[in-house]
């Protein structure tokens, strides 16, 4: 933590000149698998507020599609413009104006898309760096990487170990009913000693208990939701029956999720996903209440191009986020990405903090045009 740092709650919101909304969808290298659903492409709805020559960018890590969260992209829009822009008036406080935000309730990728924004703006202002805004210091980012759900457990060997090749400092495989505890097994003993976890993105039930002992075996350094998308209470019946630690994801919308996670005792991480917590800020409160508990938090990926994917990377020099994130690299997602400069695994599997204000990115005009979908100026 910064000594002595100015919050940017405190700092006073002036006029913004012009709003923009901008809807892209850049093609995947190859689908995305979850035991949900698999994207080919990422749409992702921009924000852009511009003020007295400076450009502030978030983007919102809804999908199109309300299955991986309840918000889309549309739903997104049309809560920033119709009832969180007017929340911005000149002369209130970015704390003032985002505790207002509570009267919109739940929506927090939507509620996140316009913190990070007017984050990215504020610290470009001041020309100091995101992390820096937040109080907090660079720091070797350490990366992870998130393997998707695999036709075959050899395409999935072949994945890990191209994965453990490039250095990254741990592997998280997806898992599914009918993909879990052989396809582990097939994993860990190719690779016994690498950090390995399993994502199940909530497709057990509590009825599964005994069989997701079986992924005790193996060592892994977490389970990720394996249970239903919004539970904690059975998590928290199953974590005791469990050796390895639980981690929520999916579940923890809020601080208060996370602390009622906590108190039940139904996870031993958590995957702070800012755009899905309603943003950094209320990122930050999380980290820290957990730290208070002995709780670890790491930061998610929600397939972001570069502009939230550099937003996680500052992040991750809060305090408390001590375990690899999936910020990997930008070439395993986008051949061609909406910003610069992309995200590349140095030496040692640690990724670099975008160098400048902000969050350190720009868009690339050709790109950004010729992905754009849709444009909408609102002011
Ligand atoms: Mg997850």
């Given amino acids: 933590m910064i000594k002595n740092f100015h919050s940017p709650e405190d700092e006073v919101l002036g006029t913004l000149d ?24 990422k749409e992702a709805l921009l924000l852009r507020l511009e003020q007295d020559g400076f450009v502030g ?18 739903t997104a829009r049309h809560l920033i413009r119709d009832f969180l822009l007017k929340e911005l008036e000149p002369g209130r406080t970015l704390g003032e104006a985002l505790g207002r935000f509570r009267k919109v309730r739940g929506n927090p990728m939507a509620k996140a898309t316009v913190e990070n924004a007017l984050l990215d703006l504020m610290a470009r202002r001041r020309g100091i760096p995101l992390h820096e805004l937040l109080g907090y210091e660079a720091r070797p ?44 097994a097939a994993v860990r003993e190719r690779f016994p000693d690498i950090a390995l976890m399993a994502d199940a993105n909530g497709d057990y ?56 996670a906590l108190g039940l005792g139904a996870c031993r991480v958590i995957n702070i996903k800012q755009g899905r917590v309603g943003g950094l800020l209320e990122s930050i409160r999380i980290a820290r209440h957990c730290q208070e508990r002995g709780v670890p938090v790491w930061s998610g990926g929600m397939d972001e191009t570069g502009l939230g994917r550099a937003v996680n990377i500052h992040l991750q020099t809060v305090d408390n986020f001590s375990i690899p994130g999936d ?53």
């Fill in 327 to 379: 910020t990997s690299e930008t070439r395993r997602y986008f051949r061609e990405d909406i910003a610069d400069p992309p995200v590349v695994l140095g030496p040692g599997g640690f990724i670099a903090i975008p160098p400048g204000p902000g969050t350190g990115v720009t868009l690339d005009p050709g790109r950004l045009e010729r992905y754009t979908l849709h444009r909408e100026r609102v002011r």
């Fill in 205 to 260: 039930t509590l009825e599964d208990a005994g069989h997701l002992k079986g992924l005790d075996a193996f060592g892994l350094t977490m389970i990720e939701q394996p249970l239903g998308y919004h539970d904690i209470y059975q998590h928290s019946l199953l974590q005791p029956q469990l050796k390895t630690a639980l981690c929520l994801d999916e579940s923890i919308h809020s601080l208060d999720d996370a602390a009622a």
């Fill in 18 to 41: 012009r709003i923009d909304f901008v809807v892209v969808s850049v093609p995947f290298v190859e689908p995305f698998g979850t035991s949900v659903a698999s994207w080919a492409v």
């Fill in 141 to 184: 980012v350490p990366s992870g990487i998130s393997i998707g759900i695999q036709e075959s457990t050899g395409a999935l060997l072949a994945k890990v170990e191209e994965a453990v090749d490039q250095g990254y400092h741990r592997v998280k495989m997806k898992i599914m009913r009918g993909k879990d505890v052989a396809w582990v």
């Fill in 57 to 74: 960018w978030g983007e919102c890590v809804a999908d199109p599609d309300p299955y991986y969260d309840g918000e889309t992209t549309t």
